[in-house]
């Protein structure tokens, strides 16, 4: 091959590995800098959601059940609460992350997590979470609770995340054991 075709076709390889060089770099960087720990999102949103502290996870991370997943699971500090993060599947545009908080064995609170879903007008106004609220979990069975109109597929993704954490209560906690 000729030198003075080899010259161009070389400079232009160097000047893309450059370029590609320098991406790879600012992208990394970018990434560090916009990072977020999904553990400590976790932790900051137990603690926002129930005032307590919560300093230590269980090796509950991705216990799967077949209609969901235990993402996290944590006890308070003071040992009085439980807080779950669950996914249900069964949405109609996909999964539904649930935070469960348990205390003294009873749902103590819902809150809705990370979802693809556009009903949740449908639930305002509704009392479907009251018929979770104050239930004991050891004996709820939350596939059994009432849909909301119009909103059936979410309401199962939801009735899911609830039910994979009364699965893992039992299996688990049930007993007083951690």
Known sequence: MDRTKMFPM???????????????????IFNIITYVDPLQSAY?????????????????????????????YAVSDDGLTQAFLSEGKGGKF??????????????EKLVVGENSE????????????E???????ATLNALDADNVTSATRTSEAIKNAIDVVTQYYKEKLAGGTK
């Open 44 to 72: 900051d949103r137990f603690a926002a959601d129930t005032g307590k502290s919560f300093s230590e996870m269980t090796d509950a991370e991705g216990k799967d059940y077949e209609n969901g997943s235990i993402i996290y």
């Open 131 to 137: 018929q979770f609220l104050g239930k004991d979990i």
């Open 94 to 107: 996909g999964s539904v992350q649930m935070y469960v908080y348990v205390t003294e064995g009873k749902i």
């Open 10 to 28: 070389v400079k232009g390889v160097l000047v893309l590995a450059i370029i590609a060089l320098c991406s790879g770099l600012l992208l990394g």
């Open 118 to 129: 556009n009903y949740w007008s449908y639930f305002e106004g509704s009392t479907f979470y």
